[in-house]
C-alpha cells in the first residue's frame, strides 16, 4: 500500500532514486536506484513521455493552441516592456543604455 502520509507524499514527490557519492579518488558516482535513466525503461519513463508530449509532432489542434498562445505571450511581452519605463531603476539604466549607444 502507498504511503499516504504528508511526508510520505513530500518524500515520493521530490524523491529521485539517484545517491551522487564522491569516491576516493575526488571523482562523483552517481547511482541510478530506480533506473529511470536506464534505456530499457525508456518507454515507461514519467520524464521521457512528458518531453514527447510537450515537443512531439503537433496535430491541428495543437498547432492553433500554439498560435493562440504566441499572441497571448505576445500582448504580455509589450506590457512588460511598458512596465519597465514606470520602475525607477530599470527605467535609469535603460536611459544609460540608450545613451551609450
Known amino acids: 500500500m502507498a504511503d499516504t502520509s504528508f511526508f510520505g507524499r ?13 569516491g576516493m579518488d575526488g571523482r562523483v558516482r ?7 535513466q536506464s534505456v530499457g525503461n525508456l518507454a515507461t519513463n514519467k520524464i521521457i513521455d512528458r518531453y514527447s508530449r510537450l515537443f512531439g509532432a503537433a496535430t491541428q489542434t495543437q498547432t ?4 493562440a498562445n ?3 505571450l505576445r500582448l504580455s511581452l509589450f506590457n512588460d516592456y511598458e512596465a ?18
Open 10 to 22: 513530500l518524500k515520493t514527490l521530490f524523491s529521485t532514486g539517484t545517491v551522487m557519492r564522491r
Open 64 to 67: 492553433f493552441g500554439t498560435a
Open 30 to 36: 552517481v547511482t541510478d536506484t530506480n533506473k529511470l
Open 70 to 72: 504566441y499572441q497571448t
Open 84 to 101: 519597465m519605463d514606470d520602475d525607477s531603476i530599470i527605467s535609469s539604466a535603460l536611459d544609460i543604455y540608450s545613451d551609450e549607444s
